[in-house]
């Protein structure tokens, strides 16, 4: 039997994955794909924390004319939102999962605090971290880069609606070529748009690998950590 090369991860899910199809709001479908996934690697003994998204219900770009603050504290409300309801498609498959907030909200999460997140991962529990970093001009993108270092996972799967890091967008050039790896001074030079500059400079410090793959596919998760070849690669090449 294969056995994990990663034994602590973060898996990214962007808002726009958990739309699925529809484009807007969470798919019941996508929620169960995930959980499935995830269930399964738990099961192999790796310990897994997830950073999602807000994009599939509020992104802080779509506030014209708002205060970019404003718009960005929203759309860290719509992480809540997307964290909440995969906590709650685990639950139901009897996985112990734990939300933390960067902005308090005790009522229904608890904060960030990097030494309990850890100690939950060693427990066994998934942690999913939602609000973004807290503060606005900051993606998801960095959140997920950022708790990477804190609770020094070995890995980033950024798990996206296309397959990989593509040279153009594949979804308007049938032609754009994809990169099975990429190193992350070149991706901040082609000004590709797979993370932002931000994340994959922090990466980049900590050096930190990061995996961009598809979602649509069951098994994409399980085969990343078994390190089968899959979406591409984007570390020190």
């Known amino acids: 039997m294969l056995e994990p090369i990663y034994n602590r991860l973060v898996l990214k899910i962007s808002g726009e994955a958990l739309a699925g199809d529809e484009g807007y709001g969470i798919n019941p479908k996508v929620l169960d794909l995930i959980s499935d996934q995830v269930i399964e690697i738990m099961e192999m003994g790796v310990e897994v924390a997830i950073v999602v998204g807000g994009g599939n219900i509020w992104r802080g770009r779509s506030g014209v004319g708002m205060d970019r603050t404003t718009a960005d504290h929203m759309g860290m409300l719509a992480t809540v939102i997307n964290a909440l309801a995969l906590q709650d498609a685990l639950e139901k498959r009897n996985v112990p999962v734990r939300v933390q907030t960067a902005i308090e909200m005790r009522q229904i999460a608890e904060p960030y605090i990097r030494r309990r997140a850890v100690r939950h ?48 967008d594949p979804k308007i050039n049938s032609n754009a070529k994809k ?59």
Do not use: Q, W
Request: net charge negative; hydrophobic share 45%; glycine share 8%.
């Open 179 to 237: 990169f099975d790896k990429i190193s992350y001074m070149e991706v901040i030079n082609r000004g590709l748009g797979v993370m932002d500059t931000t994340a994959i400079t922090l990466c980049m410090e900590n050096k930190i690998p990061i995996l961009v793959f598809g979602l649509e596919d069951r098994d994409n998760i399980k085969a990343a950590i078994l390190g089968k070849k899959i979406g591409t690669t984007i570390e020190e090449v």
């Open 121 to 168: 991962l060693e427990k066994g529990r998934i942690v999913i971290f939602a609000c973004g970093t807290g503060n606005p001009y900051f993606s998801t993108d960095t959140t997920a880069a950022l708790r990477a270092a804190e609770i020094e996972a070995e890995v980033i799967l950024l798990a996206k609606t296309i397959d990989g890091v593509y040279d153009d």
